[in-house]
């Protein structure tokens, strides 16, 4: 299991200490939440706070704009030092523009991810699933930490990987939102092999914590 911490939640005046400490942690991946204060209701960071990260960690950066122009900002946020790039399917109005982005990004040598939010039809990822490297299954409404798994996320999990193996894919199945000890069992028998994890992880000890999310 990979897990992907989510700096939304990390306490930004001892920034570099837990950097460490999520570097010393089991944490392969750093979860890097974009808000544009359109697409949701809450406002981030972006590039040139990632290229501060960039400098700071070898981990793997992995960048989830919940944003309304993800086509834009794409070649900043690559150029910053993403290493996945993951946009949300509802961001773009002219759905061919979904796999041209994926395709634009696969040219950079990156990855791209694929997200949907709880009330979007799992069923509007199927025209993608040999585009992509990485689907985002959120488990939470987009925009906070801290809130609660919705349960019917795990359906959606099992489904979309039943359907990856159909295909043959073994694409990343990464899911965000509400993730602790127990949801991240829950997610890990349906199908994911990467969890987000933000506040489960920054308001306890951090190796702990993500130790018992593997
Ligand atoms: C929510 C973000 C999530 C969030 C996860 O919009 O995409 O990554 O930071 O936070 P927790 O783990 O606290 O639910
Ligand atoms: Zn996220």
Known sequence: MIISPS?????????????????????????????????????TFGPDILKGFRKATNLYLDVHVMIENPVFFADRFLAAGADNYTFHEEALIHKEDIKKLAAHIHEQGKSCGLSIKPGTPLEYLKPYLHDFDLFLIMSVEPGFGGQKFIPASAVRIHTLRTWL?????????????????????????AGADVLVAGSYVFKNDIREAVKSLE
């Not at 005046?13 to 942690?25: F, V, Y």
């Not at 193996?165 to 028998?189: P, Q």
């Open 7 to 43: 700096v939304l939640s990390m306490d930004y005046s001892r920034m570099n200490e837990q950097i460490k400490e999520l570097e010393a942690s089991d944490a392969e991946w750093i979860h890097f939440d974009v808000m544009d204060g359109h697409f949701v209701p809450n406002l």
């Open 165 to 189: 193996n159909e295909e043959g894919l073994k694409s990343h199945i990464e899911v965000d939102g509400g993730i602790n000890a127990e949801t991240a069992k829950i997610c890990r028998e």
